[in-house]
Structures are given as structure tokens and as C-alpha cells.
């Protein structure tokens, strides 16, 4: 039997927090993927999908078409996706003219990994461990083998948890019910549609034994812990990552982003994968076979990369007059005013600390103490601009580097290469797994911080091979030493307590141990 998938996507999903703020909810991360793929790739190829949008619908609708350009969408808007007169059962109601069939509906917060679709008669999908808080939970009652009564949220007397998954064979009953429910008004969905229909037409059910939601932050939490393709990524709420089997996707809040990031692969040419398509807030980009970098790196390794990236990547560009304003800008401006943004967050003052007993000045003071010619009187250079192990990829024998910054101060094609040259500094002390693993200490006694890292030995040692190439290459290793630290200030504001507390005062400590260090030479 022919039928078609209904996906309703145009809620808020307010019960997700700030995840929600920049995205719809069906294209939160769960593992590798949004939940929309899990979805969709749960469904035999040649399904034809009827998706309702309404909040940040345009994301839905882009990520959907550059992701699955062979399947058939059927989009329907929806004027009144919040507030009065908004509910689960109007969204479905405004797709009965493009569901004149039988059809599946899915909630965009379920996933399931049975494949199998009984298309014989009606019936509704349950997980049976009673595993779930209720009142979170719509629960079905059953009779025998056949669906009594959907119960609302909260109903302890139940037999199954409802997954928000049916399988609507008599789909003109359907209609007929809906008519008759969102005459009663109120807050309705397709359970009330359901319990309508079961006066005059059989509901069986179909226990599934997996079932991961992600309607809740505790349900999503749970998800991810479960999914079977995660990898480690620090989560932003304004960008993310997918990756697929041939290709990867990277979406942005901000399309400036992406419009920046694809002109700069023009700029850095095959030393980054080929872009395959794009829309507003997303870029597409060919999946590159290899090993990340920070998977499989030894001496050997990374010193065959550091040659790779001066003959491949770090070109000196012509003298650029300019230039001075955008460094000064990058690494001054920039900094104060993510500093005074940390300050406000963590509401503390910009004033001299005791950090690993040592007398540390204001940063504000500290900045005031470098000299801004020495740093920012520079040439220009090709870079990459967020120049970490996680963001390359070894492709034996070369490399191919991932997630390039989309612009240095505004500038796309010139660039710092001390910028990238810290970056990778940074990234021998600081990393994902050293954050992933909370193998950094904070404690503020008193008037006294401490604050302290565990790191690798391979990555100590490959720190000294960077060392080694900077000063046989005639950089500044002092410079590399004080902008490293200056990265760190402006990492803080950008992460979560108490990550942001460490990266701060971690970060003014070791910038006052290489003003020390310049003031000593």
C-alpha cells in the first residue's frame, strides 16, 4: 500500500531551553545527525514526506532539500504555530489536502530504528518499559489487542507509553474526527483525533522495544547517551555540525558565516574539502576519508604536518597597510569587549588577583602592557584561523583541514600566522579531550585562585617540535606564548561555568607570565 510520512515540525519547542533559541527543535544533534534524520532515513527512499513548518520554518525547509534532493517534500506553512488558537491537532489539519491517503504520523522528538510499517489497519505506536515519568507522557490503555483510550499527561493507570507514532489507514475517519475535536477548542493534538476515531473504526497498537525522545532536555540528554554514532563536539547553541556517509553539513544562526566561510574556500583552494552545496544558514561539503588528527598524532606526524602546512597553506601575501588596524582590532578590541561580557556573566571585577601564588594585575592593565606595534605590525599571511587538531584530517600522506574560520577581523583573504601558530599552541595544552574529561582544576579560596591543567605527554612533546619550527622558521616564540594566552581570554566568554571561570583566570596568568618573559629578554 502507498503512503505517506506527516512530520509536524512547526512547534517551538520551548521545553529544549536556549538549544531551541537559534534552531527548530527537529534539527537538534543526536549523535552524528539532527533527529529529523533519523526520521526521514527510517523510511524507504521513494517515501513521500508532508512536514508542517512554522518556527524557523526556512531552516527546516533548507536543511531538508540540501540534505535529501532525491526526496519528495511536501511543505505546508503554518500561520499559527504559537499562542491562541495554536495547537498539535491545527498544524495537522492544514495538511489534509496533501494527505488524501493513508499516512504515518511522526512527531519530530521520535526516534525509532524498526523499519517495518504494517500498513493492514490502524494503530498507534508504545514502548512498553515503564522506564518514563508519565507526567511528561501521553499513556494508552489497551483491551486485549486493541487501543482503548489515549490517556492525558500524568495518568498513572496505564499500559503503554505513547511515542507520538501512528499509522492512520482510514485517514477520511481521520479528517471527519478532527472536524469534530477542534470544534471543542483548547490545546488539542492527534491523540484527541485518536480517541474520536476509535468510537467508530479499531485501533490496534504496535510495541516498539527502542525508542529514544528528545521532547525534554532529560529525554535529550538520555538520547545522545544512547545513540550509537555520537562523537565529540563541543556543543554551541548558534551553530552545528552532521555528519553524513559522503558529506557533511555545518549550519550557522548567523549566514554571514556561511556566506565568508564558502568565499574563503576560493582562497584556500583543496587544502579544504570541495563545498557541494549550500543554502542560507548552511554549507555542504564533501566527507573526506582519513583519521582526525587528534586521533592517530605522534612526533613523526606532526612534524610532517607543520611541513605541510608552510609548503600548502601559510603563503606570506603583499604588504597590506591596513593590515595593523585589523590585528589591533582582532586581538585588542576583540578581547576587551568579550572581557567585559565574561565580567557581567560572572559578575567579578577586573582587578589585581593572586592566581597560583603569584600577584597577577587587572587584564585591563596587562593589555596595557603590551606592545601593540610588536603585535600587530605584522605581514599577512593565508591561514586557516581556527588551526586545531580536531579540525584537521589526515589523509595519508596529506591533510585536509576542517572547519575554517570565516574571516580574520573582517579580512577573508589576509590573515595572522601567528594567529594560526597560537592557535595550535593553545591546542597542545588545551584541547577537547582535556574539556570533554574536565582535566582542568578551578578553586578560588579566599583571595587566592588556583587554577591548573593535566595534559598529555605525546602532545607536551609535540609542543616542543612546534617550538623547534617557529624559532628554525624565524618567528617570535614570545609572541606565540602571549597570543595563546590572549586566545584563552577570549575563549571564556564563549563556554559554560565553570570552564569559562578557568579559561579566564588560566588564560591572565599566563599572560603576565609572558609579559614577564618579553620584559626580561
Keep these: 500500500m502507498n503512503y505517506k510520512v506527516l512530520i509536524t515540525t512547526s512547534g517551538l519547542g520551548t521545553r529544549l531551553g536556549d538549544l531551541t533559541d537559534y534552531t527548530n527543535k527537529s534539527l537538534v544533534r543526536i549523535g552524528r545527525k539532527p533527529t529529523l534524520s533519523y526520521i526521514i532515513e527510517n ?304 559578575n567579578i571585577e577586573d582587578k589585581e588577583d593572586i592566581i597560583n601564588g603569584v600577584k597577577v594585575p587587572s587584564t585591563s592593565n596587562l593589555l596595557k602592557m603590551i606592545d601593540e606595534k610588536w603585535i600587530c605590525d605584522v605581514d599577512p599571511y593565508s591561514y586557516h584561523g581556527d588551526l586545531i587538531l580536531d579540525n584537521v584530517i589526515y589523509t595519508k600522506p596529506d591533510f585536509k583541514l576542517l572547519d575554517w574560520r570565516q574571516d580574520f577581523g573582517g579580512d577573508i583573504e589576509n590573515g595572522d600566522i601567528y594567529y594560526d601558530l597560537s592557535k595550535l599552541n593553545h591546542n597542545m595544552v588545551l584541547n577537547h579531550d582535556v574539556i570533554n574529561r574536565k582535566l582542568y582544576t578551578i578553586n578560588i579560596k579566599g583571595d587566592n585562585i588556583y587554577c591548573d591543567i593535566l595534559r598529555c605527554n605525546k602532545l607536551c612533546e609535540c609542543q616542543e617540535i612546534l617550538y623547534k619550527f617557529i624559532n628554525d622558521n624565524g618567528f617570535d616564540i614570545k609572541k606565540v606564548k602571549l597570543l595563546t594566552s590572549i586566545i584563552w581570554l577570549n575563549m571564556s566568554p564563549l563556554h559554560e561555568y565553570p570552564l569559562n571561570k578557568f579559561l579566564y583566570y588560566f588564560g591572565k596568568y599566563n599572560l603576565y607570565k609572558s609579559i614577564e618573559q618579553i620584559h626580561d629578554k
Design 43 to 346: 523510511y524507504d527512499k521513494n517515501t513521500e514526506f508532508v512536514v508542517t513548518v512554522g518556527y524557523k520554518s526556512e531552516l527546516v525547509k533548507d536543511f531538508l532539500t540540501l540534505t535529501y534532493p532525491n526526496i519528495k517534500f511536501t511543505f505546508v506553512e503554518i500561520d499559527k504555530f504559537q499562542g491562541e488558537g495554536s495547537s498539535l491537532a491545527y498544524s495537522i489539519s492544514k495538511t489534509e489536502n496533501f494527505l488524501q491517503c493513508p499516512f504515518v504520523y511522526h512527531a519530530c522528538d521520535t526516534i525509532v530504528f524498526d523499519k517495518n510499517i504494517n500498513t493492514e489497519e490502524n494503530w498507534c505506536g508504545v514502548y512498553g518499559k515503564k522506564d518514563f515519568d508519565s507526567s511528561l507522557y501521553r499513556t494508552i490503555t489497551v483491551n486485549n489487542s486493541e487501543v482503548s483510550k489515549i490517556n492525558d499527561k500524568g495518568y498513572m493507570n496505564y499500559d503503554y507509553i505513547y511515542m507520538g507514532i501512528s499509522f492512520i489507514k482510514d485517514y477520511e475517519i481521520f479528517w471527519n474526527s478532527m472536524k469534530k475535536v477542534l470544534n471543542d477548542g483548547g490545546d488539542l493534538s492527534d491523540c484527541n483525533v485518536i480517541n474520536n476515531m476509535i468510537q467508530s473504526c479499531n485501533f490496534k497498537y504496535k510495541v516498539y522495544d527502542e525508542w529514544l525522545d528528545i521532547g525534554n532536555t532529560q529525554s535529550l540528554l538520555k538520547a545522545r547517551e544512547m545513540i550509537h554514532d555520537k562523537f565529540h563536539l563541543l556543543d554551541k547553541v548558534d551553530e552545528t555540525i552532521y555528519l553524513f556517509e559522503d558529506f557533511v553539513i555545518k549550519f550557522f544562526s548567523n549566514d554571514r558565516i556561511v556566506e565568508n566561510r564558502i568565499n574563503r574556500t576560493k582562497v584556500l583552494g583543496d587544502v579544504v574539502p570541495e563545498i557541494l552545496d549550500n543554502k542560507k544558514n548552511f554549507y555542504k561539503y564533501k566527507y573526506v576519508d582519513g583519521d582526525l588528527l587528534s586521533d592517530v598524532v605522534n612526533n613523526e606526524i606532526f612534524k610532517h604536518f607543520l611541513t605541510w602546512l608552510k609548503n600548502n597553506l601559510w603563503s606570506k601575501k603583499p604588504k597590506n597597510y591596513t593590515f595593523y588596524h585589523t590585528c589591533h582590532h582582532f586581538y585588542f578590541d576583540k578581547t576587551k569587549k568579550r572581557l567585559t561580557k565574561l565580567f557581567k556573566e560572572l
